[in-house]
C-alpha cells in the first residue's frame, strides 16, 4: 500500500486548502486514516483522522483545527481529504497522511502507534 498526498500549496491567511492522500495498491481495506503536520523546526503533531466506514466513519479532531478543517472519505477512488479552511499562518507545514489496517474505534486518532503507512507529506504555506 502507498499513500499520496497532494493538495498543498501556497495561500494567504483566511484562504482555503484541499488536500488528498490517495491509497494506491490496496488489496484490503484499511481502517484509520489519520493527517499529521509538522510546522518548521517543530514537531511532528496529529491534527485529524478518520475511521473507515465499516467502523463508523467517525471523526475526530486536534483542539488547533477543529471547526476550521474537515477530513471525509471516498471510498470509490480510495481518498481522504482534509479540507482546511480559514487557515492561518500557524498552519504553515508539511501535511502528512497515515493509514492504519487495523485500529478499532476505542483506540484515538492520535494514538501514532499502528499507522503503517504514511504519506510522501505536501507543503502548505499560509502568508500573513
Known amino acids: 500500500v502507498q499513500l499520496q498526498a497532494s493538495g498543498g500549496g501556497l495561500v494567504q491567511t483566511g484562504g482555503s486548502l484541499r488536500l488528498s492522500c490517495e491509497s494506491v495498491?490496496?488489496?484490503?481495506?484499511?481502517?484509520?486514516t489519520a493527517w499529521y503536520r509538522q510546522p518548521p523546526g517543530k514537531e511532528r503533531e496529529w491534527i485529524a483522522g478518520?475511521?473507515?466506514?465499516?467502523?463508523?466513519?467517525?471523526?475526530g479532531y486536534a483542539g488547533s483545527v477543529k471547526g476550521r478543517f474537515t477530513v471525509s472519505r471516498d471510498v470509490a477512488n480510495n481518498t481522504v481529504y482534509l479540507q482546511m479552511n480559514n487557515l492561518k499562518p500557524e498552519d504553515t507545514a508539511v501535511y502528512y497522511c497515515?493509514?492504519?489496517?487495523?485500529?478499532?474505534?476505542?483506540?484515538?486518532?492520535?494514538?501514532?502507534?499502528?499507522?503503517?503507512?504514511w504519506g510522501q507529506g505536501t507543503l502548505v504555506t499560509v502568508s500573513s
Open positions: 497515515a493509514a492504519d489496517a487495523f485500529r478499532i474505534p476505542i483506540i484515538p486518532f492520535r494514538c501514532t502507534k499502528g499507522y503503517d503507512y
Open positions: 495498491g490496496s488489496f484490503f481495506r484499511l481502517d484509520a
Open positions: 478518520i475511521q473507515s466506514v465499516s467502523n463508523g466513519g467517525t471523526t
